[in-house]
C-alpha cells in the first residue's frame, strides 16, 4: 500500500513527462519527500532498471490517471451501460448524456462519446511520442535492452487504447506515428476492426517479449509481461480465438508472478493495491499537501452522493438489481460488491465498520471504491483520489483460460478449465466449505454457463461485463431483460462516432450502423 505522505513514482512521471529538464544535481528530492521511484542525488540520471527514455514514457503512464481516460465517460460506457449497474445519483444528475447510456441509444452529439474518443487517442499519441524518442533521438545514449523495454511498455499502451477503440467504436483510425502537422491526424480514415485487432496483437507480442517479469518495487503499476500476455488474453478472447487466448493465459498463470492468495476483501482496499492479484493497475496517490493533483476520479464519481462525512462523492454506477440476484447463496463477494444504504428497519455498515445513514439517493453503491477512514483523515479529503483502478486481476485471467480451454474442448482441456474456475471458487469462499461448492460438471454446454456465471460474480462492477455479454452474442436478450429495453444489437453493441470528430475529418470518418 502506498504511504499517506508519500508520493510513487507516478507523481514523479508528472514533471518528467511536463518536460523539464534535470542537471547532475538531480530532482532535488520533490518536495523533500523519500518517494518510490523519485530520481534524486542518488540515482539520477535513471535509477537501476529503468532507462532514460523515462521522461516520455511517463507522460503516457500518468494519461491512464486522466479524466477523459478512467474516469465519467469510462465508467458510463464500460459499467453503466451494462445489466451490473445503474446511473444512479439523482434522476436528472448528468442529463441526456448519462441517461442514454443507461437505457440507449447513445447519439452522436453525447458528449461523453469525444471524451472517450480524445482520452484514448492522447495516450496514443503519448505512445507514439516515446516510440519516435526511442528510435530517432540520438542525443540519448541508452543500452539496447532499455530501449526495447521501453518501447514494449509504449506499444503494451498503445494496445491498450486501440483496444478500448475498437471495442468502443469499430472502426477507427490507425495511428502509428506522429504528424507534422497535428491537424492532419483529423484526416485519417478508419481502419477495419480486423486491421486493428492485428495491429493491437502485434504490439502486445512485442511487449510480451520485451518488457520484463517484474520490476523493483519502486516501479510498481508499470507494465509487465504478464500485463501483455493477459491484455493479449483478452484480445485472442474477444475475437474467439480460442487456443490462442489459452496460450496466453497459461503464460501469465506459469509466470510464477500471479496467485489467487490475496484474499478477495482485502483486493480492492487501499492495502491490496499491487498484490500478486494486481496485473495491470492505474495508479494513483493522494496527500494532505496534494489531495488530487496525482490520482484519478475514478472512485469519486462513484462514491456516495450524502451529506457530511457522507458526501464521498457523484452517487453514480449504481449495483442493479440484476446483479444482485446473479450471486449464489452465501457468496462473500456480493457484500463485498454491494454497499446497502440502511433502511429504517435494518442498519448496514461498510467493510470499515461504519454505520451507512439512511436516507442517502440511492439503495445500493459500490462498495469496491469504499475508502478506508483513516486515510480520508490523514489526506484531509473525502473523495478517495488515491484510489487505484484495477483493469486487469489474476482471477480474469484464470477465468479468462478457463472459458478459452473450454471451448477448445476435450476431455483435458475441459477438466483444465473446471479446475481453473473452482480455484476462483475456492478463494471466494474463503474457507467456508458450505458455500460457492465445486462446480462437478465435464458437459462443455454447462460449464459454459458456470464459468460466464463465474465471470458476472467475479469480476462485478469491474468494466467487464458488457463487454462480455456482447462477444458471447448476448446483449440484447439480457439487457433487455433487465429494462434496457430500447437496446438494439444490431445498433448499440458499438457506439456512435462523436459528431465532433466526423465534422473535424470534413466527413472522412464515417458512422456506424443505425446512427
Known sequence: MKTI??????????VLSAGLLFTSTGCNKFLDTERQGAY????????GGSGPYDQFIFGAYNDLRSFNL???????????????????????????????????????S????????????????????????VNTNATIVAPEQIKQQTLGEARFLRAYAYFNLVRYFGSVPLIDSLFSDPAAQNNVPQSSAAQLYAFIESDLTFAAANLPLTWDAKFAGRVTRGAANGLLAKVYLTQKKWAAAQAAAQAVMASGVYDLSTPYDKIFREEGENSRESIFEVQATASAAIPSANGVQYAQIQGTRGAGDWDRGWGWNTPSVQLEAAYEAGDPRKNRTIMYTSTATTTYQTIYGETIPVGLPNPRYNGKVATNPSIRSAIGNRFGYWMNVRLLRYADVVLMFAEAANEVGGTANIEAARV????????ARAGNNSVLPDVTTTDQELLRQAIRQERRVELAMEHDRFWDIVRWGIAQDVLQAAGKTNFSNSRDVLLPIPQTQIDLSAGVLKQNPGY
Open 110 to 133: 453525447n458528449g461523453f462519446l469525444n471524451t472517450i474518443w480524445l482520452g484514448n487517442y492522447s495516450l496514443v499519441t503519448k505512445c507514439n511520442s516515446t516510440i519516435k524518442e
Open 420 to 427: 481453473a474456475l473452482n480455484s476462483v471458487r475456492a478463494r
Open 40 to 47: 534524486d542525488e542518488e540515482n539520477y540520471p535513471y535509477p
Open 70 to 108: 478512467h474516469s465519467q465517460s469510462f465508467i458510463t460506457a464500460v459499467s453503466i451501460r451494462s445489466d451490473d449497474a445503474d446511473k444512479g445519483s439523482t434522476p436528472a444528475d448528468g442529463g441526456a448524456n448519462a441517461l442514454t447510456m443507461d437505457n440507449f441509444p447513445v447519439l452522436p
Open 5 to 14: 505522505n508519500q508520493l510513487t513514482w507516478k507523481a514523479c512521471l508528472l
